[in-house]
């Protein structure tokens, strides 16, 4: 029986993949290759952020309102332009375009796949060297075969997920990606430009000790929301504490710590902006997956991410995320809303 080695490359992984699960064609492992590639090259670029002209802001806006960093667009045209050019991407739905990208080309028109990404999550830590994040999934297209994506395609619950990954810029570069079969972490090792199998076979704790809400919304946030962060803050060495709270301000790099180490993770609904902040395509749905995966959960309070039908490209969805145990303990607090 083969197994995946420590610090095989991930290239030698998709290929270890392709070798191991019965009838893979080869593609998902070609376009998870395409996506390393694209993410080693958005690595050299914020690496090198403060170097040259790239930090700061572009001057233009996003379809969200925000201010587009340069590397935001840097980030983005790497991935469309490489996707384009492979012969596994049929279209990208990005946090950075309005509409679909579709490929419409015959090859690409074939290919069996499409990619949603926000291709550099927490852009607004850029300046201030925090880490930032590359988040994507694949779906299976919905559309006949040799005809150009449609939105319908993009469409698609996250239970329909084939794929999905996070890179973390970080002190270490890391990619975690894997599809229902299991979720691996891969570190880049810069001396040979690749990524290499670190975290085999990833799993969340159960439990832990980590809690990222940003307090400066509390005002806003509901009567179950506000009792669990009260329980949180109460947590003592008898009862599973004392919790820590941590709010980088950066999807990936609070999701990923608490994935590894244990934790929840929140952006809730405020009564301003009952959808919160997170997007559901491209932010909330992967996260979800991957947690999935791990032994985690998600909701958006109400119901399991995943499980949420998406109506909009761009549509925002509170999101709580964390470790099993401590998700439960969440929605005992929650049901305080249900009865308000
Ligand atoms: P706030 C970054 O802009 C982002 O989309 C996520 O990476 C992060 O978790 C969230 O917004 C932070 O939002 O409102 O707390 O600054």
Do not use: W
Not at 133 to 140: E, M, N
């Amino acid at each position: 029986m083969l197994h995946p080695r420590k610090l095989m490359t991930l290239d030698e992984f998709t290929i270890y993949e392709l070798r191991t699960v019965p009838h893979a064609t080869g593609e998902l492992s070609g376009l998870m290759r395409s996506i390393g590639l694209a993410c080693k090259k958005i690595n050299s670029q914020v690496n090198r952020a403060g170097l040259s002209d790239i930090l700061g802001a572009l001057g233009t806006e996003n379809v969200q309102g925000e201010e587009v960093q340069k590397l935001d667009d840097i980030a983005n045209r790497t991935f469309i332009d490489l996707l384009n050019h492979s012969i596994y991407c049929a279209g990208v739905g990005s946090e950075e375009n309005d509409d679909i990208v579709i490929f419409d080309d015959p090859i690409s028109n074939n290919s069996k796949y499409v990619l949603l990404m926000d291709p550099l999550d927490g852009s607004g830590n850029i300046d201030v060297g925090v880490s930032i994040g590359t988040i994507f999934s694949v779906l299976k297209r919905v559309t006949p075969l040799g005809t150009p994506v449609t939105i319908e395609d993009f469409l698609q619950p996250g239970n329909r997920i084939v794929a999905a990954g996070y890179v973390i810029y970080g002190s270490s570069t890391m990619l975690i990606y894997g599809t229902k079969r299991g979720m691996n972490g891969f570190t880049l090792d810069p001396t040979i430009g690749e990524f290499c199998l670190s975290h085999p076979n990833l799993k969340c704790p159960d439990n832990g000790k980590f809690y990222s809400a940003n307090y400066g919304n509390y005002l806003g946030f509901s009567e179950g929301v506000k009792s669990y962060l009260k329980a949180c803050e109460r947590k003592t060495k008898d009862n599973g504490g004392p919790y820590t709270e941590r709010y980088i301000g950066s999807m990936v790099a609070d999701i990923h710590r608490n994935l590894i180490k244990g934790g929840i993770f929140m952006y809730p609904g405020t009564m301003s902006k009952p959808n919160g902040k997170l997007r559901l395509l491209y932010e909330c749905n992967p996260m979800a997956f991957i947690y999935q995966v791990c032994g985690g959960y998600a909701t958006n309070g109400e119901m399991n991410v995943l499980d949420i039908q998406p109506t909009e490209l761009h549509q925002r969805t509170p999101l709580f995320i964390g470790s099993k145990n401590m998700m439960a303990e969440l929605e005992e607090h929650l049901k305080l809303d249900l009865k308000s």
